[in-house]
């Protein structure tokens, strides 16, 4: 069973930076595309970024780009979302998904496996 695990959540201040990873089990991860979302309270989980199998194609929701970077090891069957200049919207849990889809995707039904979550709180 696939199984992901995310980490790296904090409570920063206003434009500080986090790195969170999502680790992926099994040795079907480089076929996978991977995406990160995020949900607040009482809001619906929404789509933050993607990345292809081999990390040469990336997409980001617009209000992250510039200041989010994904990338991917697939030799440590790893994602890692670089935030920088955070501020207080970004505040949220941040799930990793995976999905054995062709292509990226913003819609969280075409993801199959998901991890619990980790939180990022920013502060003003």
């Known amino acids: 069973q696939v199984q992901v695990v995310e980490s790296g959540g904090g409570a920063v201040q206003a434009g500080d930076s986090l790195n969170l990873s999502c680790v992926v089990s099994?040795?079907?991860?480089?076929?996978?595309?991977i995406a990160w979302f995020r949900q607040t309270s009482g809001k619906e989980r929404e789509y933050v970024t993607a990345i292809n199998w081999n990390g040469g194609r990336t997409d980001y929701v617009d209000s992250v780009k510039g200041r989010f970077t994904i990338s991917r090891d697939n030799a440590k069957n790893t994602v890692y979302l670089q935030m920088n200049t955070l501020n207080p919207e970004d505040t949220a849990v941040y799930y990793c998904?995976?999905?054995?889809?062709?292509?990226?995707?913003?819609?969280?039904?075409?993801?199959?496996?998901w991890g619990q979550g980790t939180r990022v709180t920013v502060s003003s």
């Open positions: 099994g040795q079907m991860f480089s076929t996978y595309i």
């Open positions: 998904a995976a999905t054995t889809y062709p292509d990226m995707s913003t819609s969280l039904g075409a993801y199959d496996y």
